[in-house]
């Protein structure tokens, strides 16, 4: 799952990467901040339309399916897709910002999900500095419009 966020989403791989935790503490999955396994619960054959809003603003999430289950598709809202998934289909996507959800599910579906959790940029931040780019932009546009604000006054 590493390999493949390192591939698709080199950024956020590196990111993950970058900064080392405290040393009583490791990333026990690989480039991942964590991962959780899907085993039950909550009726994990089915799940309501949401967003995982404490991931990373622009981290992914690899989910893993397996277990012995027919239908179960990850339903993508905001694009509009329905991905029919079978055991062992692997899908990465940014799920801070898509709603999504899956169907229901015959059979025993079980996942495994590896997420970038925004807990461990904070940590970052707090202890190396580490300025996140969607803080920079919103500076910047911050700026432009104090500034856009001056030279329409000036111009009065």
């Given at each position: 799952m590493s390999a493949l966020l390192g591939g698709l989403a080199p950024g956020p791989f590196q990111e993950m990467q970058r900064y080392p935790l405290p040393k009583d503490k490791f990333l026990s999955c690989g480039a991942w901040a964590a991962c959780?396994?899907?085993n039950g619960g909550n009726n994990?054959?089915?799940?309501?339309?949401?967003r995982d809003v404490k991931e990373s603003q622009y981290g992914y999430s690899c989910i893993v399916s397996c277990g012995d289950f027919q239908g179960g598709a990850l339903v993508l809202h905001d694009l509009g897709y329905t991905l029919?998934?079978?055991?062992?289909d692997l899908v990465l996507f940014p799920d801070s910002l898509l709603h999504h959800s899956n169907e229901a599910a015959q059979g025993t579906r079980k996942s495994?999900?590896?997420f970038t959790q925004e807990n461990v940029f904070d940590y970052w931040h707090r202890e190396f500095g580490l300025v996140l780019k969607r803080k920079l932009a919103k500076e910047k546009r911050i700026q432009k419009e104090k500034a856009n604000k001056r030279k329409n006054k000036t111009k009065i």
């Open positions: 959780v396994v899907n994990p054959n089915e799940t309501q339309v949401h029919e998934m079978v055991p062992g495994l999900v590896a």
